[in-house]
């Protein structure tokens, strides 16, 4: 019997494909059941949408309608993926990392916390992204080239150094800071700390009867402020090549007292024997400690033939002339290169045994002596020094009242002084005649770049002239190490003649 099939047209794809599958599972069914049925089968036609339905309809025909776009069937994570966390997550109880391929190791280290204990990341890990995510928690504000370029030295430099600063003698657990040196014994090189707490000082009971003025109880109160020793910390620092100490309170408001700015004696020689003890100190400096001529000279005693020492800050003290002739014999007796005594007490007599031994030394690169009292007789004894010197490049004579004779005298230097490249005289009475002589000796010299003499009282018109001689200089030596052959000798830069034969 001839099968009646009715197949109205179809607006989309979709019903067409309805179609098609609705006359293969009838011929299907026809031939697999053998003579057809007498009644004629008629498939009723599907419903054709109308108006602006007509999608809304396509789509209740659909068979699968996914609802999450987001939906994979990649649901579960890989298996090195649930070991990563796993390993993130148990890090602090069981450290895995060394074991790991260098790619797993990376991820590993990536979503670690950096709040681990240190006992457990210290000698472990070296990748420097997780120290710069350590040192940014911390410290907002990081300048890692202070610390050789390394956030994991950064780190452990600011974290000893705030332990430091933190510490309070009688109260604070020594531990703390000595059970910190094996995890960082070999990274640490610089130690900076501006702040010594000194102990705290209770009431005393009150007794009968006055109490005495005598020197005794100042000693007694001296005792008392001692500060943090740092011998057993530096012993154990044998990478240590900067020491920069203020020994002082910042920040102490409406509890200050003159006491906690106290270098005392027993500070002194402590830090005496600690500097001398470490053979790789190559920097120490010590400022705004109130360390006058009887401490200068105790630090300094123990630093006589230091083998690594290349540079010593004592600005911003008490130093005098005793103090300057110490260190006039520290610089016969090291491989000084830079010695800072800046805004101390110095004057003629102590300028002038520098100057004597400024005048035979071959090490010193850099002396500043600004915010002194040298006067002229201190000024001309170091000028005369530079006559016979040939290795000082820096000097700083800014705030020390020298007048025309230094200047006069430095003018006759100028003319063959070939190594000093700056010279800073300002805030000084140099005077009218002063600059005249000052800018006849730039005349003929050619090495000197810098040259500062504001606030000198000199004229206009000569500060003019020598700032343009400076910058003749600073062009020839920029030069000169853009094109070194160029400058060299002809028998150098052509070699000996050969004979015509």
Not at 127 to 135: G, L, Q, S, T
Not at 141 to 148: E, F, I, R, S
Not at 313 to 332: E, Q, V, W, Y
Request: proline fraction near 6%.
């Amino acid at each position: 019997m001839q099968e009646t099939l009715t197949t109205p047209s179809l607006s989309g794809p979709s019903q067409s494909s309805i179609s098609t599958q609705d006359r293969s599972s009838t011929a299907g069914q026809t031939s697999s059941t053998g003579p057809p049925p007498s009644k004629p089968s008629t498939i009723p036609p599907p419903v054709k949408s109308k108006g602006p339905s007509s999608r809304a309809g396509v789509r209740r025909m659909r068979r699968i309608i996914a609802e999450d776009v987001e939906w994979s069937l990649a649901i579960v994570p890989l298996l090195t993926e649930l070991c990563i966390q796993h390993i993130v997550k148990n890090f602090q109880n069981n450290p895995i990392l060394k074991q790991l391929l260098p790619e797993h190791q990376k991820k590993v280290l990536n979503n670690l916390p950096p709040n681990l204990p240190l006992t457990v990341t210290a000698n472990l890990i070296d990748d420097e992204n997780y120290w710069r995510r350590c040192c940014l928690q911390r410290w907002p504000v990081c300048h890692v080239d202070k610390h050789g370029g390394s956030w994991k030295r950064m780190f452990f430099e600011l974290h000893l150094g705030n332990l430091l600063k933190h510490f309070i003698p009688s109260s604070t657990d020594p531990a703390v800071i000595l059970n910190l040196l094996p995890l960082c014994r070999n990274y640490v090189r610089t130690i900076r700390v501006d702040q010594f707490l000194p102990p705290v000082q209770l009431l005393p009971p009150p007794q009968s009867g006055d109490l005495s003025d005598s020197g005794s109880e100042g000693e007694m109160e001296e005792l008392a402020t001692d500060h943090y020793q740092l011998g057993d910390l530096v012993a154990g620092l044998s990478r240590l090549e900067e020491l920069d100490l203020v020994y002082g309170v910042k920040d102490c408001g409406m509890n200050f007292k003159w006491n906690l700015f106290l270098f005392t004696y027993r500070d002194c020689h402590s830090l005496a024997a600690t500097v001398k003890a470490c053979h790789t100190l190559k920097i120490f400096r010590l400022t705004r400690s109130k360390v006058d001529d009887d401490k200068a000279r105790i630090l300094i005693r123990s630093l006589l033939d230091h083998p690594a020492l290349e540079e010593l800050d004592l600005s911003h003290n008490l130093i005098g002339d005793r103090g300057a002739r110490a260190a006039a014999k520290l610089l016969s007796h090291s491989r000084l290169r830079v010695l800072n005594l800046a805004n101390n007490q110095v004057r003629a007599l102590g300028a002038q045994s520098l100057a004597h031994a400024l005048a035979h030394n071959t090490n010193l690169i850099s002396l500043n002596l600004r915010l002194n009292c040298v006067e002229d007789e201190g000024g001309q004894a170091l000028t005369h020094a530079l006559q016979t010197n040939k290795c000082l490049t820096t000097l700083h004579l800014g705030g020390n009242e020298l007048s025309e004779p230094t200047a006069t005298l430095l003018s006759q230097v100028l003319s063959i002084n070939t190594t000093l490249t700056s010279i800073n005289l300002s805030c000084n009475h140099i005077g009218l005649d002063g600059g005249k002589q000052l800018l006849e000796g730039m005349s003929d010299n050619k090495t000197l770049l810098e040259f500062d003499l504001r606030l000198s009282d000199i004229a206009q018109e000569s500060e003019y002239l020598i700032s343009q001689a400076l910058c003749a200089n600073r062009e020839a030596a920029l030069q000169r190490a853009l094109n070194p052959t160029h400058f060299m000798s002809p028998i150098t830069a052509k070699g000996p003649e050969n004979p015509v034969g």
